[in-house]
């Protein structure tokens, strides 16, 4: 990834977080188009696409998905050594960031008659919407690292964003969240992983006198 593209899209990270931010500081108008987004999609339930969207936050939920990269990353040290592990410490860093700007911004969650789920916690930013963005995208860096395959990566990279859409839409589908949330939860993960690793698409050097074949 060009380094302009990179600087570009951590400044345009921080930007949406700073907005969703300000918003949810200074209670400003945006804050009703969250509410009213949570109210239609609790007004308009489905039994099977219910049962769907609580699987998929299941299955998502942040411990499960420390606990996937930690067995990644210690299959990945026993085969390839710890060099090939250091992808993934982007997990465990994005979810202790997310833990401190919930205690910073103490956003309650969306109340409703019938909740479909109930959490105790704060609410921005979504902690499902960081944990699946840096552990997808670490997956993503780690398909880039060990195949040039362009077939390969742009099939990694579809995977990674269907299934962050799909997490951030099962926590607003279900109440769990407002869409800033888990906007400001992408945002969020996508900076953290913009900040960890280099460009992907940087050449090989090849040592000097070596003829290239």
Not at 31 to 54: G, I, K, N, P
Not at 176 to 195: E, N
Request: with cysteine.
């Amino acid at each position: 990834m060009p380094q302009r593209l990179r600087v570009a899209l951590a400044l345009f990270c921080i930007a949406v977080f700073a907005l969703l931010a300000l918003q949810v500081r200074l209670h400003g108008p945006m804050l009703e188009l969250d509410q009213a987004a949570s109210h239609w999609f609790a007004a308009h339930r489905d039994a099977a696409l219910t049962r769907a969207m609580l699987l998929v936050s299941s299955v998502h939920q942040t411990g499960k998905l420390l606990a996937f990269s930690a067995l990644l990353a210690a299959a990945l040290a026993l085969r390839r050594g710890l060099a090939a592990a250091r992808p993934l410490l982007v997990v465990p860093l994005g979810m202790l960031l997310n833990l401190g700007l919930k205690d910073l911004f103490q956003r309650t969650r969306p109340v409703f008659q019938d909740p479909l789920v109930q959490i105790a916690t704060y609410s921005f930013p979504s902690g499902h919407a960081v944990a699946s963005t840096v552990f997808y995208g670490a997956l993503c860096v780690l398909v880039f690292a060990h195949t040039r395959s362009r077939a390969a990566r742009a099939a990694a990279c579809a995977v990674a964003v269907t299934m962050v859409l799909l997490v951030c839409f099962s926590r607003v589908y279900l109440g769990a969240h407002f869409p800033g949330d888990v906007l400001a939860g992408v945002a969020v993960g996508t900076l953290c992983l913009l900040l960890s690793f280099r460009p992907w698409s940087r050449p090989a050097r090849r040592a000097p006198g070596l003829p290239s074949r």
